[in-house]
């Protein structure tokens, strides 16, 4: 007997199998290859696995690898259009669908040359040198002799890193697809504060750091302050030379993809990677416009119901001014935060076949400027900033649990880890099923059911939902109005501080972000929007027989699909229902 999952029911069936071609052997012998050869070719995926003799190299961006990477995408997609999926599982004809997408993302992003460019989406050609500190910064620190002992010898051959890229570089510069000066002028100030710091400091040290407790780790850290000494550091001289005598000169001013040869085309990819949409810029952008005035209109009705007759304007200052929507101690923000993580975990317990424990609340400090009051972490736990308690709003706390909590993120992410503790997916899986698009949608899409759960009862409440959402429309429009329609960091920065109300850093920071990573701004609310759709043409469709604990159900059994596909599986989800009579 061998077990399928069929994620558009949501249960396990046992299965009898008569011949190993209809478990979708060949497909996931050819998805495993695949994997095993990115690993290979690409540290940083390699990290993201947890693989260490994959993670133990410097990205090998040469024209001849380059060519290999290409020649073996080739080569997958050809043995994959020879799989005949006749009497595949409907799960296994997903994940052939899933793999294709990825070897044809692939073939674009190369004819792009992604590999040029400094977009946090094509990550896994290598880490970009302008981002290299927080790359080795967050490496997982060495359990094994032996790992410190291959982390030491990557550092000795850095200088070969630096060689590759600066050549990169050069022909990206050559190609004009050289980045925003603001980008390397930054790189630059964390390269130079980084060649001050003492070697037992520096960000290639941390990860020798967090391991000094290992057997005999005492010689290799010694030999990797010798190394980031004798090598790093000045292959790091060299780089910082190259971006201040050669790069910047031919870095543009202009920070918008739109004027890069190429740029609209290269966007339309980078959307349809985060998205999956074959929507143009524009239509994104007008669709962000839209809901901006939707929602601005809905937070002045939460005003009016809060008894206020002045402007929206207004009425955020007010809120600014007043020190009872604000905490007075960090005592008081994390009590505050774990009673509204067990009342939101209580009150949507309803709108779900199951959900888990009330998640643990844990206080950190991450400084004024780091993210709002509270956000998952990977522990299972809900961090909570309770830097400046002062500046924290109280009205925006259910509407952040939801989003970070039970239904949110908390919830989601229990229910993807149940299912790679089952032993149904892989890595390899996990990997191709991973869209932003859909758990960035998911939080937002959580927040709005605290309208059902009847936690948006207090004006003050629906107005900091509203708050937050706002903040992923306007993202919406700045990602596509700068590099859609052109707009300039300071139109852009303008246009959010006006429509958001938020001080003058955080816009800066929002807008900062959507030059860094073109199309990540837009995820929020693409997810958010798909799943508000399909949730009203499921309801349209079933009627009274709508529930919408099967509907969260089918969407967590599915897990980060990509949008179009989500969609393409709803339907047949939808189709079954309606074909046992669910509907009468």
């Avoid at 956000?375 to 736990?381: L, N, P, V, W």
């Avoid at 309801?539 to 509907?551: C, I, M, N, Q, S």
């Amino acid at each position: 007997m061998a077990l399928a999952w069929w994620p558009s029911t949501g249960h396990i069936h046992a299965e009898k199998v008569d011949n190993r071609n209809r478990t979708g052997e060949p497909l996931y012998r050819l998805i495993d290859s695949d994997w095993d050869y990115l690993k290979r070719h690409s540290p940083a995926i390699a990290q993201f696995a947890g693989d260490w003799e994959g993670m133990m190299a410097w990205p090998d961006l040469s024209k001849a690898s380059l060519r290999a990477l290409r020649r073996h995408d080739k080569h997958a997609l050809a043995e994959l259009r020879k799989i005949d999926t006749h009497g595949y599982p409907e799960p296994a004809k997903l994940d052939y669908r899933l793999f294709e997408r990825e070897l044809l993302n692939r073939r674009r992003e190369y004819s792009a040359r992604a590999y040029l460019t400094h977009f946090w989406q094509f990550e896994r050609f290598g880490p970009s040198p302008l981002r290299l500190l927080p790359y080795v910064a967050s490496e997982p620190p060495a359990t094994k002799p032996q790992q410190l002992r291959a982390r030491v010898e990557r550092l000795k051959v850095f200088d070969r890193y630096v060689d590759r890229q600066i050549g990169l570089m050069r022909e990206a510069a050559t190609r004009k697809m050289a980045p925003p000066a603001m980008l390397v002028n930054a790189a630059i100030r964390s390269l130079e504060l980084e060649l001050k710091a003492p070697p037992d400091k520096s960000a290639f040290y941390q990860s020798f750091a967090a391991a000094a407790g290992v057997d005999g780790a005492a010689v290799h850290l010694e030999a990797a302050r010798d190394a980031i000494v004798t090598v790093v550091k000045p292959s790091l001289q060299r780089l910082v030379r190259f971006f201040s005598d050669d790069y910047l000169k031919r870095c543009p001013a202009d920070v918008s993809l739109a004027k890069w040869p190429g740029g609209p085309s290269l966007y339309r990819l980078l959307l349809r990677l985060a998205i999956t949409a074959e929507s143009s810029p524009e239509e994104i952008h007008q669709t962000g416009l839209a809901e901006v005035a939707r929602i601005l209109a809905e937070m002045d009705g939460a005003m009016r119901a809060a008894g206020y007759t002045g402007t929206l304007a207004e009425f955020v200052a007010s809120l600014r001014d007043s020190k009872r929507f604000y905490f007075a101690s960090e005592r008081e923000l994390t009590d505050a935060y774990r009673v509204t993580a067990e009342l939101a975990t209580a009150r949507v317990s309803t709108l779900f076949h199951s959900v888990p424990a009330v998640p643990p609340i844990a206080a950190r400090r991450f400084g004024a400027s780091g993210p709002g009051a509270a956000y998952s972490s990977r522990s299972g736990a809900v961090l909570v900033n309770v830097s400046n308690p002062e500046m924290r709003p109280k009205y925006e706390m259910r509407a952040l649990m939801l989003h970070e909590g039970v239904p949110g993120h908390h919830l989601q992410k229990s229910r993807e880890a149940s299912v790679l503790k089952s032993g149904r997916t892989s890595a390899a899986l996990e990997r191709l099923r991973r869209s932003d698009a859909f758990s960035e949608g998911w939080g937002l899409y959580a927040e709005s059911l605290g309208y059902d759960a009847g936690l948006y009862r207090d004006p003050y409440d629906r107005f900091g939902q509203l708050t937050y959402e706002l903040i992923r429309a306007a993202r919406m429009v700045v990602d596509t109005g700068i590099h859609g329609r052109g707009w300039s960091r300071s139109q852009a920065v303008r246009y959010f501080v006006e429509t958001t109300g938020k001080p003058l850093a955080v816009a800066e920071g929002e807008i900062d972000r959507a030059i860094w990573d073109p199309a990540s701004l837009v995820v929020y609310k693409a997810g958010e929007l798909t799943l508000q759709r399909i949730k009203r043409e499921a309801k349209a469709t079933l009627g009274p027989e709508f529930d919408v604990r099967d509907f969260h159900e089918f969407l967590l059994q599915m897990g980060p699909l990509p949008l179009d596909l989500l969609e393409t599986e709803f339907h047949v989800w939808l189709k079954a229902r309606v074909g046992k009579g669910v509907k009468h």
